[in-house]
């Protein structure tokens, strides 16, 4: 199990931009795909406790990750597990890494209560910029792709000022984004009243 810290910086793209980002400082990247199978239960207690539990598949491997708010940032528990996720799959909470069941159990989750609610597939690119690392996402969810720039940083205070001079090279101005899971639940819930 490993626990970790998250603090980055987010910005919602659109697709020149995207474009723009990914010639000026991704030609050598190597793209990878991660989709993530997000995982709530009926009335959404995780998204209301502003967390989101997930299992990632990237190369052939399933991660789960609960994330939960920080006093800065998130704070993210990972496990490598065995659950073959596919939409819709039922998961029992006896089923998940102790300390995830833990957390689960003070949010009021019952034991058949979770379930793979849909997935969210990310074409990603990774480099570093200013000792920090820079991400560009493409992310397709439904019938929607949005596209993301991310910076993970070690000091909140120096990443953002970092964060903000990168972004007026692009004359963009930071706005802080809803994260991917809470775009994805927006998007599902808008989509099923039409």
């Known amino acids: 199990m490993a626990t970790n810290n998250e603090i980055e910086f987010k910005q919602l793209l659109d697709s020149q931009t995207y ?12 793209p990878f795909t991660q989709t993530n199978y997000y995982i709530d239960t ?11 539990l997930r299992i990632r598949v990237k190369n052939g491997t399933y991660e789960m990750t ?15 597990v ?12 006896s089923e998940l890494p102790n300390d995830i069941k833990t957390i689960l159990d003070d949010y009021g989750v019952e034991e058949h209560d979770l ?22 996402d493409k992310s397709e969810y439904f019938d929607k792709t949005d596209y993301e720039l991310e910076f993970e940083v070690h000091d909140y205070e120096s990443g ?24 994805f639940f927006e998007y599902k819930a808008q989509n099923a009243k039409s």
Request: no cysteine; proline share 4%.
């Open 19 to 30: 474009d723009k980002f990914r010639v000026a400082f991704f030609e050598n990247a190597e």
């Open 115 to 136: 379930s793979i609610l849909g997935a969210l597939t990310t074409y990603r690119m990774e480099t570093q910029y200013q000792d920090e690392l820079l991400v560009l």
């Open 82 to 93: 065995d659950i073959i996720p596919s939409i819709d799959l039922a998961i029992s909470k």
């Open 160 to 183: 953002l000022e970092k964060f903000n001079a990168l972004l007026s090279k692009f004359d963009l101005k930071h706005q802080i984004p809803k994260n991917k899971v809470q775009r």
């Open 66 to 80: 609960l994330k939960v708010p920080a006093e800065v940032g998130l704070t993210e528990y990972n496990h490598m």
């Open 42 to 52: 009926p009335d959404f207690k995780l998204r209301d406790h502003k967390s989101a």
